[in-house]
C-alpha cells in the first residue's frame, strides 16, 4: 500500500498537457497535496510533488533543516519535471507558495505559469523576528499544523514546530519578498478568507509585488489555512486546470490580452 506522505510522481507519458509541480507546506507533507495532484492526474497532468528535507519526520529532525536545503530539493524537482518534455508550472500551499515564488525568481523562464494557495511572503507575529534567538531556550513550540474548517479532517504534520527550522523560513520570505519584481510569469492566487496560520495580506503582499501582467485572486469563503483538504478544494482543483488549459491555448495562439481580477 502507497503511503500518501511520501513524494509521488505522475508520468502520463507523451499525452500529457502539462507537468505540475507540487510543493507542500512547513511541518508537512506531499499527503496535502495528493487529492490536487490526483485531480490534475485526472485532468491530463503530469504531477511531481517532492517531499522537503527534514520533512515526514519528527520535529528534532525538520529542527536541522534549513530552507535552501528545502529550496535545492524543489529545483531538483522541477529539473525532473522538465524532464518529462512538457511545459511545466509550479504549485504550492504556504511555504511551498513561498518555495514556489522564488523558483519563478530564480528560474522563471522554465515555468508556464503559478498556483498558489495560501502563500506566505511575511510574518505577521509580534515576536517572530525573536525565533532565531529563541531556538536556544526553546527549541520547539505547539504544532501549527492541520487549521482545516473541515471537522473529519487531520493534516499530516510534525508533533511540534521547530523554531531553528522556523527562522529558516523567515530568511527565506526576506530574500524572496523584495524581488517578487523578478516574476512576470502567469499567476493563480486562491485565498481563505479565514486563515489561522497565514495572514491573507501576504497575498495582497505578492500580487502588489509582481511584474507578471496575468493575475487572477480567488476568494476561499469556506477553507482555513490548509485548503487543499478542507471545503473549497474542488475551487482550487478545477481553477488550477482551468487556469493551466488557458496559459497553454494562449501560449498556442500567440500573445493575447491579459488580465488582472479577483473572483469571489
Known amino acids: 500500500m502507497t503511503n500518501d506522505s511520501e513524494e509521488f510522481t505522475f508520468d502520463l507519458g507523451p499525452d500529457a498537457k502539462a507537468t505540475m509541480l507540487l510543493c507542500h507546506g512547513f511541518t508537512s507533507d506531499p499527503a496535502s497535496m495528493r487529492p490536487w ?6 485532468a491530463g497532468f503530469n504531477v511531481v510533488s517532492p517531499l522537503l528535507p527534514g520533512h515526514g519526520e519528527t520535529w528534532q529532525v525538520l529542527a536541522k533543516a534549513t530552507w535552501q536545503q528545502w529550496y535545492a530539493r524543489l529545483e531538483e524537482a522541477l529539473d525532473a519535471a522538465l524532464a518529462l518534455g512538457r511545459p511545466v508550472f509550479a504549485g504550492g500551499l504556504s511555504m511551498g507558495g513561498s518555495l514556489s515564488l522564488r523558483l519563478a525568481e530564480q528560474r522563471g523562464g522554465d515555468l508556464a505559469g ?7 511572503i511575511f510574518d505577521d507575529k509580534p515576536h517572530g523576528f ?3 534567538a529563541l531556538r536556544y531556550v526553546m527549541p520547539s513550540v505547539s ?4 487549521d482545516v474548517n473541515k471537522p473529519d479532517v487531520r493534516e499530516k504534520t510534525t508533533s511540534r514546530t521547530p523554531v531553528a527550522a522556523y527562522a529558516s523560513l523567515r530568511q527565506l520570505w526576506k530574500v524572496t519578498r523584495p524581488e517578487l519584481a523578478r516574476i512576470t510569469v502567469p499567476l493563480r492566487i486562491f485565498t481563505s478568507a479565514e486563515d489561522h496560520v497565514v495572514s491573507p495580506r501576504n497575498s495582497a503582499v505578492i500580487r502588489a509585488g509582481v511584474r507578471s501582467k496575468d493575475v487572477e485572486a ?5 477553507s482555513f489555512h490548509v485548503a487543499t483538504l478542507d471545503y473549497d478544494a474542488e475551487t482550487i482543483f478545477s481553477g488550477s486546470v482551468e487556469f ?3 496559459q497553454l491555448a494562449r501560449a498556442r495562439s500567440g500573445p493575447q490580452a491579459q488580465t488582472r481580477g479577483v473572483h469571489d
Open 37 to 42: 495532484g490526483e485531480h490534475l492526474r485526472d
Open 244 to 246: 493551466m488549459n488557458r
Open 114 to 120: 503559478l498556483v498558489l494557495v495560501n502563500p506566505a
Open 218 to 222: 480567488t476568494v476561499l469563503p469556506r
Open 130 to 132: 525573536l525565533a532565531p
Open 143 to 146: 504544532s501549527i499544523g492541520s
